[in-house]
């Protein structure tokens, strides 16, 4: 009884949320004659969400569990003293010299003519900071671990890091834990301005001149580098600290130069503005091409209610690109039997004419066939598939009738395989914010259940990215893609078909992006129910022997430092939060 009881105590507290008495309890009960593996590992549990105790963690990650984090789990960087191996250059804000670091390492000789490479050392680093970055004790000492870890053949030419900010007492905050190189994500929250550092003989064979101290030139003069396409190195711990707040007026200045930088790169940018909500981020728009057509098409099975909203959503975004794009609706009814279902189509049908057609199909429900019927009868050069219980609710002013066009501009782009949208729940938290390949064995969707205004990940998700893969149930792809790869599998009926469509596209070199202001509220499957599905367990098996080893390697879409079994971007090592 001596561990009986104290173990059963701890239990008890813990399943009412009291994890301070909870970690006392079964601290003790580990003292006991007989040691008690679960009291040990509920122990462990009860005293880290004891340290966190009162935190919501709804809106992801929050201080308490990033100090926790700190103290428990980051990776611990080399020793600060250690001597450096490798030649890097500092230029510190105000100084007019680039100080060498190592040892053995002058000033960086700077020629007259700086586009006149030859007195330039053959190797080494420039290593730039931002005028409020401070780098860690031990970073480069760990960058140069990090670098000794990579082939020959795989070192990079720029190297950026995750960072986080120090608030007005000193204290860690406001972690960033970036992705690896994904180009939209970098054009919305250009990461290299904190921390960066630029392998010298690369500057030196490209011919650039060194950058320069302002922060406006300076930004030039990166897009310029990345214009000559570096091999890009991903360092996934936080290396520096950042100090105070970014304000406004820094991306005002520089949007001119990225939207400059994105049209000399081939991209049909007609804006890049300030983020409206976010102070060092930007929002792109890109252009919509006259002379295409949008077919949009539709599963549904009864529930004449849902349907009526997205028929009224998709009226209303079909009007707003009038000028630009014509749009077609095929209704796929997969034996629905209310009469209610058969009068709404048959209103819809005269009230948009020869703009919308019903296809009858009476077979068992596969979600790969209908949409591979319907795109056989479609007419448009670009196909949306969308589900029935997807609207965009008049009454929500973030979600905006232009969504369609900015649907068709981002599938219209070379290199852009699928557009997807932002979803949300009816309670207004996300849904949808890109598919995370790879999460919880197969795939995930990214910050589902955080409110849409969270800030994780630097608010990634307000802002401009690519993903592995987006989700089916509002998923716009160029016709021409489509039949290229024959449909969707129809062995998939249900589960995985999206993902699978977009790992098959991720394979020809295509990438599937979100623009933020495509925001849309999805019901997710209230015409069916998706929970008692048979198909799922057979679903899984599939992906897994198609994709294994695809869904088994790191993507660049999702930060390294982040747990792939949590869609909420917590960093490895907080996998017990609830």
Known sequence: MELETPLLAGRLFGSQGHW???????????LGPTPDSSAEKLAWLAQNLAALEGEEQRRGLQEQSYVHWIRQAEPRLEDPLRPLNQEWWLRNPGQAQWVGLH???????????QRDPHVWPT?????LLAADARLRRGALQSLERWLSALPPEGLPDLIYADEDRLDAEGRRQDPWFKPDWVEESFWSTPWLEGFSCWNLAWLRHGELSLPPEDPTGRFRWMLQALELEPRVGHMPEILVHRQGEPTPHETSARSPLLRAHLQRRGEAVEAVESHPELPDAYQLRWSLPAGHHCSVIIPTRDRADLLADCLH???RARAAVADRLVVEVLVVDNGSQEEDTAALLQQWQQRLGPALRVLRREEPFNWSCLNNAAAAEARGDLLLFLNNDVECRPDDARQNDGWLGWMAAQALRERVGCSGALLLYEDGTLQHGGVVVGMHGVADHAYRYLPLDHGVHRGRSRCHTAWGAVTGGCLMVRRDLFDRLGGFDEGLPVEGNDVDFCLRLGQLGYRHVIDP??????????????HASPTADDAYRRMRGRWLARLGRAEPWWPPSCSRDHPDGRPNGLDFLV
């Open 20 to 30: 301070p008495e909870a970690a006392l309890w079964l601290s003790n009960a580990q």
């Open 103 to 113: 040892a053995a390492c002058g000033p960086l000789p700077v020629p007259q003519d």
């Open 123 to 127: 190797q080494g680093w420039l290593v």
């Open 313 to 315: 959503t998709v009226e």
């Open 517 to 530: 202001r495509v925001l849309l509220s999805h019901y997710e499957s209230q015409s069916r129910n998706a």
